[in-house]
């Protein structure tokens, strides 16, 4: 449900409603568009009735909006939303790029993949400190020393860094540490986890399931804004389909559908849609052309020696060449 304020509204006007909606449990939002103001309901709103709400002089009308994402939806909020995280933006024409190793596996490799990328021109640093891994024998990551080793990384280079959460048992270290925290596809149904994750009220970076549609997406990146957190980036990284000539496939189209339903920001995540680090490039591309906001590549030093997904990995030198092509691809937009 969305209230829609009278020009002129004053503050003491609109405070009575605020501390209605709280006293019935609803998530309230103010959306100030150039010329309209309006509060957005999330929540059970079906205690509420419309009759109460069109009794407050400064409510113009009310709509109600069908989809289940309302805070996530384009709707609640009509405008691009623009996240400033440790410097950095993204969405609303701001594109940001997050490189780095699958997992961190020593001080010298993320050291020097991030001093690599940086130079390249990233935004941000993603790494793995814990790993979710199909095979329990695999290298898990190295937890807390690999988040403490991205920090160091961070400091040296400036770069907020961007690490995946799967466990609550790491809720504060995460809180502490993490600029941005990942959920991953893996997790992106962890009602729970994306519950906790969104109290704690920082960015978070959400990966579409394996197998989860868009609506699906969505309904995940609510729970964490239903949570407390407003700064939620989406993220395609391929979904499971009948194809097995690459790791996932790649929708792209989910660029498109996804800005046209909802005002976070989206990135794409090639490295886990491809599997193969030559079909990277390509696919930054298609995703930079489609209006993704940023990318998330994974990038590694010594691919053929690395602990996890090295096969996806692009090495520096190529990352630097995709980095340049990205850059020209959004010229070529930005001027069309
Ligand atoms: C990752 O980004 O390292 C990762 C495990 O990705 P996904 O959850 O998309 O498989
Ligand atoms: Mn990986």
Redesign the pocket.
């Known amino acids: 449900m969305i209230v829609i304020l009278k020009r002129g509204t004053q503050e003491r006007e609109v405070e009575p409603i605020y501390k209605m909606l709280e006293e019935c449990g609803i998530i309230a939002q103010e959306i100030t568009g150039e010329t309209t103001r309006m509060i957005g309901m999330a929540g059970d709103t079906s205690g509420i009735s419309e009759d109460s709400i069109l009794c407050f002089p400064c409510v113009e009308r009310i709509m109600r909006v069908q989809e289940p994402y309302k805070l996530a939806g384009r709707k609640f909020h009509p405008e691009e939303s623009v996240f400033d995280i440790g410097g950095q933006k993204i969405g609303g024409g701001h594109f940001a790029v997050m490189a780095g190793p699958?997992?961190v596996e020593s001080e010298e490799q993320i050291l020097a993949i991030a001093a690599a990328v940086k130079d390249s021109g990233a935004s941000f640093l993603r790494g793995?400190a814990f790993k979710p891994r199909t095979s329990p024998y695999a290298f898990k990551g190295l937890g807390l020393e690999g988040l403490e080793l991205l920090v160091m990384a961070k400091r040296k280079t400036g770069m907020p860094i961007v690490t995946e959460i799967m466990s609550s048992e790491y809720l504060d270290a995460f809180a502490e540490l993490a600029d941005v925290i990942q959920i991953g596809a893996r997790n992106m149904q962890n009602f729970t986890l994306l519950s906790q994750v969104g109290a704690l009220k920082k960015p978070v970076l959400l990966k579409r399931g394996l197998s989860s549609t868009i609506e699906e997406l969505l309904m995940a990146a609510e729970y964490i804004m239903a949570g407390g957190s407003s700064e939620v980036i989406l993220c395609e990284r391929g979904i499971r389909t009948f194809e097995t000539a690459t790791r996932n496939t790649l929708d792209v189209s989910a660029v498109p559908v996804l800005k046209a339903k909802s005002h976070l920001p989206v990135v794409i995540d090639p490295?886990?849609a491809t599997g193969y680090w030559y079909y990277v490039e390509p696919m930054a591309l298609a995703a930079t052309a489609a209006g993704a906001d940023g990318l998330m590549l994974?990038v590694h030093n010594n691919p053929e020696l690395a602990l996890?997904?090295g096969a996806?990995s692009v090495t520096p030198q190529v990352f630097h060449r995709i980095m340049n092509k990205v850059g020209r691809v959004r010229e070529a937009i930005a001027s069309s």
Do not use: I, T
Request: glycine share 12%.
């Open positions: 699958c997992s793995g490295s886990h994974e996890c997904d996806q």
